[in-house]
């Protein structure tokens, strides 16, 4: 019998093209700590976390592409937010 994969799991198998020289996703570094927490929540990815400083830590690699944080930030936080550039960006392993 095949054991079911954790989220994390699955998570691990994607492969990521790090594309150096565009940030997909631009951030607010000022951001609420409040609209930094809900985003925190919801990105699956687990992008969005507070620093030591209560300021927003953000890292667009790794990135899943779902477009959950530019939906929820309201206009808020996420700046800009387009795909990565051809051929680079998230290489889901497990569909
Ligand atoms: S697009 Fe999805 S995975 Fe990427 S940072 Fe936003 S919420 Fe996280």
């Not at 609209?35 to 699956?44: H, N, S």
Request: glycine fraction near 10%; include cysteine; proline fraction near 2%.
């Amino acid at each position: 019998m095949m054991r079911e994969m954790s989220v994390e799991q699955k998570l691990s198998s994607n492969k990521f093209h790090v594309d150096e020289g565009f940030a997909h996703i631009e951030v607010d570094k000022d951001a609420s700590r409040d609209d930094i927490v809900r985003l925190a929540k919801l990105c699956p990815a687990g992008l969005y976390a507070l620093d030591d400083h209560d300021r927003l830590a953000f890292d667009y690699a790794g990135c899943l592409e779902c477009g959950t944080c530019l939906v929820a930030s309201k206009g808020v936080v996420v700046r800009s937010w387009d795909y990565p550039r051809g051929g680079m960006g998230v290489e889901f392993r497990l569909g």
